[in-house]
């Protein structure tokens, strides 16, 4: 079993930057990728970023590329989530996700996902 635990959410204003973190406890050495969702009210959960864990390889959506960054701390099983130049599109609930194989590879699918953290409220004001 993994558990993930999201922090570093909150209110900025538009323009402003955040940087959310992941920590992942428990069975972290079956950790193949670890990504972020987000979902905003009334709407579904949609892919943002995800990184191998040991490759490092990483991997965004269309609208963050440029402004969201997202890398890992082995040593401390952590995974961050660089946000800036931040618009009251990004608000939404963020959630941290871990999956323990390549299955088909499809990053992007939160059913490739085994694990996920109980998500952390992004708020962007205008």
């Known amino acids: 079993q993994v558990q993930l635990v999201e922090s570093g959410g909150g209110l900025v204003q538009a323009g402003g930057s955040l940087r959310l973190s992941c920590a992942a406890s428990g069975r972290t050495s079956s950790i193949y990728r670890t990504g972020w969702f987000r979902q905003a009210p009334g709407k579904e959960r949609d892919f943002v970023a995800a990184?191998?864990?040991?490759?490092?390889?990483?991997y965004y959506t269309d609208s963050v590329k440029g402004r969201f960054t997202i890398s890992r701390d082995n040593a401390k099983n952590t995974v961050y989530l660089q946000m800036n130049s931040l618009s009251p599109e990004d608000t939404a609930v963020y959630y941290c996700?871990?999956?323990?194989?390549?299955?088909?590879?499809?990053?992007?699918?939160?059913?490739?996902?085994?694990?996920w953290g109980q998500g952390t409220q992004v708020t962007v004001s205008s």
């Open positions: 996700a871990a999956s323990e194989g390549y299955y088909s590879g499809r990053y992007s699918s939160s059913n490739e996902y085994d694990y």
């Open positions: 990184i191998n864990w040991i490759s490092g390889r990483t």
